[in-house]
């Protein structure tokens, strides 16, 4: 018997099961699978003319959204799992939801879901083992990871697999647990059904846990898209970029480039996360573990990603978007008209005064359904990057797009990021919180050792990518937006190569290097200048009201805060002229 034999029946034992499925990741098994769905009422057939082989489901409405009060990292000592997650030690998590296992699948089949995460064969690639008793999770796992006996081939018998036992249990939130073993690499989930809490591929495995696993074997797993961009001469970038849920990432993965008939071309290499490791060559090579997207899709149009419509226009399982009672699905921003007779994400009739589909419905498809994927998104030994891109939703305060003195103070610029935060996590929206990389909800140990992580990757490499820091929310006094977004981003990305190759303009302020005016290509962009200008202005006074948060926000490390971070804070503070010891 194998180890993951072993510990298959080892759950079996104790979640006792009505049956064991070991999925192979066939069509035919998920045609079985769908089939069963559709008569327990699981999933919902959607018009076969609107969206052919497409599906609906509804999670419970207590179950939309990662619950991250319920998500604990189970360190042996809290230190290492930090101040800004959840810790509760491994014996304590083991004996408080252990008990939620006991018992978990009686009546229920226990599906085991071998899979990989990062392209097949390559040196990235990593073997993860979920068990559910979900099928739901496994028709979602089969899009978003290799799964099944290729799996299994690559995992040869071995015992170099990560672990994640997940039961819907019986969708209580009082009775709902995410734990992270960092040392074990295992992960338990009970109590959701929802996507990030039950794909354990996804960010509990290609995050939390592998994050961890970067530390120590000298790699970094991080909540990033790539894309591909080409000039018209040929030249290739590839750029990685973090960002929050519902910040535009998967908008700027796919982008459409309002210059391609000049040719400027953007191709996706993943939309959501990238695992980096250093090259012979001296630079930073990124892969795209997932196979598939699960992204947020209110906001998603013709006119926003018309790549992302053209993806999930087929094939597609949605999770609590609104559907006509002939099954056409719809979300806000697919139109600007809402059919007549809408069911809301709940199935009940749509009276038009809240959302028809939740904020944090979702789309789970195959990568190979988006027309911008790159040739080499799934190239085994990755990608080169040139930048590294980071950035939040801020009404005022962060400019446009600014660029990192250095490595060490993109570092710092990454880790005191702020956003307002939006309905992909439960609590309260609007609220600015430091986000660092994109990375408080999915960190598997403490931050200030990971800020000291990135900063060694700093000095593993000779050619670093360059950072820098992107806005595009920023808003006038009337709230709207200044920056049109969407395909026009483009135009900051073409800033930012012209920076990487030694000739963008810049003008040098307190916080980084800022475009000139002229700087940017804005042909045929009906921008005006004084729209341009509080675009691209830096208030020393709204920068100096920052130093003081990122200074508590910095204390919460204590010791485990690395110099180079003080250091930074110092130097911005002395650039703006106030006081930031920590």
Known sequence: MTPAERWVDEVARTTRPARVVWCDGSLAENERLVG?????????????????????????PSDVARTEHLTFICSREREDAGPTNNWMAPAEGKAKV??????????RTMYVIPYVMGPLGSPFSKVGIEVTDSPYVVANMRIMT?????????LAGGSDFVPGLHSIGDLSPERRYILHFPEERLIWSVGSGYGGNALLGKKCFALRIASTMARDQGWMAEHMLILELTLPSGEVHYVAAAFPSACGKTNLAMLVAPLEMQGYKVRTVG????????????????????????????????????NAIETISHDTIFTNVAVTPGGVPWWEGKDKHPPADLLDWQGKPWDRTGKAAHPNSRFTVSAKQCPSMSSRWEDPQGVPLSAIIFGGRRGRVAPLVFQAFDWDHGVFVAATMGSETTAAATGKVGVVRRDPMAMLPFCGYNMGDYFGHWLRMGTAVSKPPAIFHVNWFRQDAAGHFLWPGFGQNLRVLLWMVERISGKGKAVETPIGLVPTPDALNLEGLDLPKATLETLLSVNREEWADEVPEIRAFFERFGARLPEAMTRSLDGLAQRLGVTASV
Do not use: C
């Open 146 to 154: 290799r799964m099944g006996q290729k799996a299994l081939d690559q």
């Open 36 to 60: 069963e769905m559709l008569a327990d009422g699981t999933l919902q057939k959607l018009d076969p003319q609107a969206a052919p082989g497409s599906y609906l489901h509804r999670s419970h």
């Open 271 to 306: 939309d959501d996360i990238a695992w980096l490791r250093p090259g012979p060559d001296g630079r930073l090579w990124a892969v795209n573990p997932e196979a598939g997207f699960f992204g947020v899709v209110p906001g998603t149009g013709p006119e926003t990603n018309p």
């Open 98 to 107: 252990a008990p939620l296992f006991d018992g978990a699948m009686r009546g």
